[in-house]
């Protein structure tokens, strides 16, 4: 049986086989081979057929600008007002190295032996590698070939020795990174391997540096010993802020799921606890599935549909013979986890695209015995990943490292609402209007405490893309009493004289259609201390949505008070994604085949490969 051959742009003008291509238009054969690429084809359009050429890079730059104003459109009807992508990490310049004695380099201590030996320890933690690699032969013969007079010890001495001096020295930096720092928030979460033999408590912390830089670091990736309570918890936060020298008063918030021993631990500690956004959207999903009749019955069903045809080689040959021939994208179906965000979403989503290619299957292919959507059921999973996507972009969007720190809830919650009312006023069908209804109130009632949460409001206050344009209730009097108490009262009419042209965004995107709704009408500045001017100064202008809050306040000089007080809560992020980000780490390093791996080694390796991701070389 002949290889398939690979999809091409020229195909709709050629015949191609194994080492050859006939021409639609005027019947010449040219050689042609896979390995070769199709430049043969493309010159004898070229050459000979000119016209259909043009037209087919017409129709592609076409295709391309359509993509584009698909995404552009997207971006302008996100429920967050930035694009999904996490800033590049600040990474550390690589410290100098003294030079080399070249009489004991080579020696058992000597300086390229270090070197090597920290590289070799570095490796194993970031590329997430076992311990036992050092021992095995491949290994062993590359370093015989790269390094040949370079002796390689034990994997004792790498687990011993080698990983411990790196932890010290990574904490060494975050305790130097975060020395002089005031104010910084905290994500923490507890997790549990596969095999139950392994707990951790992930603690991560956030703040910004003085040149309004955001940054973060693991604090600690603690092994926990016994149940998950929040007397453990406690206990192991205590030792991690203590290791760094850092104060209690120190911590702004700590960003954590609902779990009763989590919400006990930031009780208990006396530090404001703040739900994590994607969590609680993904609460929402799951209530609102339960409100649709046997749709539950429907997502088993797809679970199962995703099992059979993953687990069946048979069923996915056939599955990928159906796509090809109906010209579709080579996209398999995606299963739902339950703690992996939107991947309901997804799944359902991977369902709809391949709709043709089931249908085909459930046809022609009984004996596979694959389950039988009915069309019913298929009109069901269309409406939930309709409603299910505006849910679901924001998750994706919240997800962005340092773009989305905690004053996007309230805004994001309100204009997700409005989008989904919005999206009522077309030709809707009753039952899903009622579904969309009944997903409002239920995200409404699980978010109702955030909108009253002065820790949000703050955030979202200080925040240049939202300020005070999204609260049902103006916050500028607790933002007055705030700096009041932070500061002194001085009376100036300097600000009074002070004036700032006006900025007006274009009013494009899903944000400005809210905001032309519901922004507050500011009333004329009147005379005031320095702090009411201050406030009366930052509000003077319009959010602008596309703004870049840490650009804005890094180059603002003329509202120090409020500086300080953006310095301080946009550090809080809106979700606990770091410390799931962490467990994804550890889940790699606990593998079956670990099954071994000491508690405290764990804990170290995912430190290690997680801060070593951060600060680069150390």
Same mark, same amino acid.
């Given at each position: 049986?002949?290889?398939?051959? @690979?999809?091409?742009?020229?195909?709709?003008?050629?015949?191609?086989?194994?080492?050859?291509?006939?021409?639609?238009?005027?019947?010449?054969?040219?050689?042609?081979?896979?390995?070769?690429?199709?430049?043969?084809?493309?010159?004898?359009?070229?050459?000979?057929?000119?016209? #259909?050429?043009?037209?087919?890079?017409?129709?592609?730059?076409?295709?391309?600008?359509?993509?584009?104003? #698909?995404?552009?459109?997207?971006?302008?009807?996100?429920?967050?007002?930035?694009?999904?992508?996490?800033?590049?990490?600040?990474?550390?310049?690589?410290?100098?190295?003294?030079?080399?004695?070249?009489?004991?380099?080579?020696?058992?201590? !000597?300086?390229?032996?270090?070197?090597?030996?920290?590289?070799?320890?570095?490796?194993?933690?970031?590329?997430?590698?076992?311990? $036992?690699?050092?021992?095995?032969?491949?290994?062993?013969?590359?370093?015989?070939?790269?390094?040949? $007079?370079?002796?390689?010890?034990?994997?004792?001495?790498?687990?011993?020795?080698?990983?411990?001096?790196?932890?010290?020295?990574?904490?060494?930096?975050?305790?130097?990174?975060?020395?002089?720092?005031?104010?910084?928030?905290?994500?923490?979460? !507890?997790?549990?391997?596969?095999?139950?033999?392994?707990?951790?408590?992930?603690?991560?912390?956030?703040?910004?540096?003085?040149?309004?830089?955001?940054?973060?670091?693991?604090?600690?990736?603690?092994?926990?010993?016994?149940?998950?309570?929040?007397?453990?918890?406690?206990?192991?936060?205590?030792?991690?802020?203590?290791?760094?020298?850092?104060?209690?008063?120190?911590?702004?918030?700590?960003?954590?799921?609902?779990?009763? &021993? +989590?919400?006990?631990?930031?009780?208990? +500690?006396?530090?404001?606890?703040?739900?994590?956004?994607?969590?609680?959207?993904?609460?929402?999903?799951?209530?609102?599935?339960?409100?649709?009749?046997? +749709?539950?019955?429907?997502?088993?069903?797809?679970?199962?549909?995703? $099992?059979?045809?993953?687990?069946?080689?048979?069923?996915?040959?056939?599955?990928?013979?159906?796509?090809?021939?109906?010209?579709?994208?080579?996209?398999?179906?995606?299963? %739902?986890?339950?703690?992996?965000?939107?991947?309901?979403?997804?799944?359902?989503?991977?369902?709809?695209?391949?709709? $043709? &290619?089931?249908?085909?299957?459930?046809?022609?292919?009984?004996?596979?015995?694959?389950?039988?959507?009915?069309?019913?059921?298929?009109?069901?999973?269309?409406?939930?990943?309709?409603?299910?996507?505006?849910?679901?972009?924001?998750?994706?969007?919240?997800?962005?490292?340092?773009?989305?720190?905690? @004053?996007?809830?309230?805004?994001?919650?309100?204009?997700?609402?409005?989008?989904?009312?919005? @999206?009522?006023? !077309?030709?809707?069908?009753?039952?899903?209007?009622?579904?969309?209804?009944?997903?409002?109130?239920?995200?409404?009632?699980?978010?109702?405490?955030?909108?009253?949460?002065?820790?949000?409001?703050?955030?979202?206050?200080?925040?240049?893309?939202?300020?005070?344009?999204?609260?049902?209730?103006?916050?500028?009097?607790?933002?007055?009493?705030?700096?009041?108490?932070?500061?002194?009262?001085?009376?100036?009419?300097?600000?009074?004289?002070?004036?700032?042209?006006?900025?007006?965004?274009?009013?494009?995107?899903?944000?400005?259609?809210?905001? +032309?709704?519901?922004?507050?009408?500011?009333?004329?500045?009147?005379?005031?201390?320095?702090?009411?001017?201050?406030?009366?100064?930052?509000?003077?202008?319009?959010?602008?949505?596309?703004?870049?809050?840490?650009?804005?306040?890094?180059?603002?000089?003329?509202?120090?008070?409020?500086?300080?007080?953006?310095?301080?809560?946009?550090?809080?992020?809106?979700?606990?994604?770091?410390? %799931?980000?962490?467990?994804?780490?550890?889940?790699?390093?606990?593998?079956?085949?670990?099954?071994?791996?000491?508690?405290?080694?764990?804990?170290?390796?995912?430190?290690?490969?997680?801060?070593?991701?951060?600060?680069?070389?150390?």
């Amino acid at each position: 049986m002949s290889a398939k051959l @690979s999809k091409s742009k020229y195909d709709e003008f050629f015949k191609r086989r194994s080492n050859c291509a006939e021409c639609v238009v005027c019947h010449k054969v040219i050689k042609f081979s896979t390995s070769a690429g199709t430049n043969s084809l493309k010159y004898h359009l070229a050459k000979f057929h000119s016209n #259909e050429l043009k037209k087919l890079n017409d129709e592609e730059s076409a295709s391309k600008r359509r993509k584009l104003d #698909e995404l552009e459109s997207e971006r302008l009807q996100s429920t967050i007002p930035f694009e999904p992508v996490s800033r590049t990490v600040c990474k550390a310049s690589s410290s100098s190295v003294s030079l080399d004695n070249q009489l004991t380099k080579w020696t058992e201590t !000597g300086v390229k032996t270090k070197e090597i030996e920290e590289e070799i320890i570095k490796m194993i933690a970031v590329d997430v590698m076992p311990l $036992r690699t050092v021992e095995k032969e491949g290994f062993i013969r590359l370093m015989k070939t790269v390094a040949p $007079r370079f002796k390689l010890k034990s994997r004792k001495y790498y687990s011993e020795t080698m990983l411990p001096e790196l932890e010290t020295r990574l904490k060494k930096r975050i305790k130097n990174e975060m020395k002089g720092v005031h104010h910084f928030a905290v994500t923490s979460d !507890g997790w549990s391997s596969k095999d139950g033999k392994h707990s951790l408590l992930a603690i991560t912390a956030h703040w910004i540096d003085q040149t309004f830089t955001p940054k973060y670091v693991i604090l600690g990736a603690s092994a926990i010993k016994g149940r998950h309570t929040a007397e453990n918890f406690i206990t192991l936060f205590n030792r991690s802020l203590e290791n760094y020298k850092l104060k209690r008063e120190s911590v702004t918030a700590i960003v954590r799921d609902g779990h009763r &021993a +989590m919400e006990a631990f930031t009780s208990r +500690m006396a530090i404001a606890g703040i739900h994590c956004y994607s969590h609680n959207l993904q609460l929402v999903v799951r209530d609102f599935i339960e409100t649709i009749d046997n +749709m539950k019955t429907t997502i088993e069903k797809l679970k199962k549909y995703v $099992r059979k045809v993953s687990k069946s080689s048979v069923s996915r040959d056939i599955f990928i013979e159906i796509q090809n021939e109906e010209s579709m994208p080579n996209r398999m179906l995606q299963k %739902e986890t339950e703690v992996r965000w939107s991947s309901m979403y997804l799944m359902l989503k991977s369902f709809v695209t391949n709709r $043709r &290619a089931i249908t085909i299957i459930q046809l022609d292919h009984p004996e596979l015995a694959l389950p039988e959507i009915s069309l019913d059921e298929w009109d069901k999973i269309t409406e939930l990943l309709e409603i299910l996507k505006t849910a679901a972009d924001t998750t994706k969007s919240i997800q962005s490292r340092f773009y989305a720190p905690l @004053s996007v809830v309230i805004p994001s919650l309100r204009v997700m609402i409005h989008k989904m009312q919005r @999206s009522l006023n !077309g030709d809707t069908s009753e039952t899903r209007s009622i579904h969309v209804q009944k997903f409002i109130t239920l995200l409404e009632e699980r978010t109702e405490s955030y909108h009253s949460n002065t820790i949000l409001r703050t955030a979202t206050f200080c925040d240049p893309r939202f300020k005070d344009s999204y609260f049902t209730n103006s916050h500028k009097d607790h933002i007055l009493r705030i700096l009041r108490s932070d500061s002194q009262n001085i009376v100036s009419d300097d600000f009074a004289n002070q004036s700032t042209p006006e900025i007006v965004e274009k009013p494009t995107s899903l944000f400005n259609q809210f905001l +032309m709704d519901n922004c507050p009408i500011e009333e004329a500045p009147k005379k005031h201390d320095s702090l009411q001017e201050e406030l009366d100064e930052y509000l003077r202008t319009p959010p602008i949505s596309t703004s870049d809050p840490y650009d804005y306040w890094r180059s603002k000089t003329d509202l120090p008070e409020l500086k300080k007080l953006a310095h301080k809560y946009l550090s809080i992020p809106s979700t606990s994604s770091e410390s %799931e980000r962490l467990f994804s780490l550890s889940g790699l390093v606990c593998t079956p085949k670990r099954s071994s791996l000491k508690p405290e080694t764990l804990d170290q390796l995912t430190f290690c490969s997680a801060n070593l991701k951060i600060f680069g070389d150390i």
